[in-house]
């Protein structure tokens, strides 16, 4: 299986107001053409600048829109196919971690990658052909070292985490939510940042208390050219960590300070996957040192495309903070993960509610006639481009409901099961059945009479029954 290396890009935002009252200098220069960055001690101006090489560097004048079409596009659209993507942002606290992941709507060049990435997504819907696509979202949050669910019913709530032979680790009983849409994509996401933990510190008034991860799960059901159905299952994670505090200088207390406690406990986990993973002597990899590292377990040397963005600070009075980005992001190139395209994963919604519908459709069919059949379903169900043949063939529909299928299917079974004891019963209060009927008689040895078969497979005969009453 071929390896790539975790994809890092850094990104230098403008000065804030706050470094401006403080009269900081600029000690960082990006080179974006060979992907550079350079930072300067400004204690020492006769040295030159320590350089670090990235897959792509960004500094203050550029826009998330080209961050995203140059180094995230790639990856959104190999999930599109069947991969695992993450993409996450790290940096210390205010350093633009969540505008670079959520953006502002106006100008549309800022906004965000995760926004950009529900575009994406839906963009690939709907050019596929010949192809249902099944998209359902979660989205959670890292408190204190305890799993939240954002879009649950109470967001307060702790949730644990598991381990599958097959799926890996996962959040149980984290809800998803099935999507059709930008807009509603939008809406959770919307939804899920209002729930989220922030809080006011002297470095950022809208800080992150929480690591947050918005997952995208994409099931892909497809018919190649020989009529044969193909299922592949790809996974985004949008991932906004909260940022490395110095007590000092965010000026933390109380409830603040334990959550910053928590927060730099985790990233500090982090740092230790990363430097596990590069160091290629050490055979343990302490992902169980903190719920992030086990959630990002796969992100990191396992089966995922994988994008880091470094964001930072471009102000002297936060050169350590930004010398450790730097140094971190420089180490986390140096991951090689294993992607593959996951294809027929056997807990795959899709293959459940396809294998359901023929069952249903089967037990209907042998209740109606062919024609009938046809009748309730084209009545009842939207006419799909592609003919269904021996074998149910998967429409090129931009989005597909299951359930609403098959609860139509569902709701023929009961109208044609009500309509068969109906007939039943006129039957049994006119007319006796023979007694040949308990003695076992075969359908050859019916030939004289009528054979009544109601819905529980029980036969009925009616010697010398005239026809026309069974018309009645």
Known sequence: MASESVKVVVRCRPMNQ?????????????????????????????????????????????????????????????????????????????????????????????????????????????????????????????????????????????????????????????????????????????????????????????????????????????????????????????????GSERQSKTGATGERLKEATKINLSLSALGNVISALVDGRCKHIPYRDSKLTRLLQDSLGGNTKTLMVACLSPADNNYDETLSTLRYANRAKNIKNKPRINEDPKDALLREYQEEIKKLKAILAQQMSPGDLSALLNSQVPPRPVQIEEKLLPPPEIQYDPEAEKQLIREGLTAKESLSQGLNGFWTAEYSPSPSVSAGVQPQACREGWLWIDSMGRASLMVGMDYSLARR
Request: charged fraction near 25%.
């Open 18 to 242: 706050r470094e401006r009252e403080l009269n900081c200098q600029p000690v960082v220069t990006v080179d974006c053409a060979r992907g550079q960055c350079f930072i300067q001690n400004p204690g020492a101006v006769d040295q030159p600048p320590k350089q670090f090489t990235f897959d792509g560097a960004y500094y203050m004048d550029h826009f998330t829109e080209q961050i995203y079409n140059e180094i995230a596009y790639p990856l959104v659209e190999g999930v599109t196919e069947g991969y695992n993507g993450t993409i996450f942002a790290y940096g210390q606290t205010g350093s633009g971690k969540s505008f670079t992941m959520q953006g502002l709507p106006d100008p549309p060049c800022q906004r965000g990658i995760i926004p950009r990435a529900f575009e994406h997504v839906f963009e690939s819907v709907q050019c596929a052909e010949n192809t249902k696509f099944l998209v359902r979202a979660s989205y959670l949050e890292i408190y204190n070292e305890d799993v939240h669910d954002l879009l649950g019913a109470d967001t307060k709530q702790k949730l644990e985490l598991k381990e599958h032979p097959e799926k890996g680790v996962y959040v149980r009983g984290l809800s998803m939510h099935t999507v059709h849409s930008v807009a509603q994509c939008e809406r959770i996401m919307e939804t899920g940042w209002k729930n989220r933990s922030v809080g006011y510190t002297l470095m950022n008034k809208d800080s992150s208390r929480s690591h947050s991860i918005f997952t995208v799960s994409i099931e892909i059901y497809a018919v190649d050219e020989q009529g044969k159905d193909h299922l592949r299952a790809g996974k985004l994670n949008l991932v906004d960590l909260a």
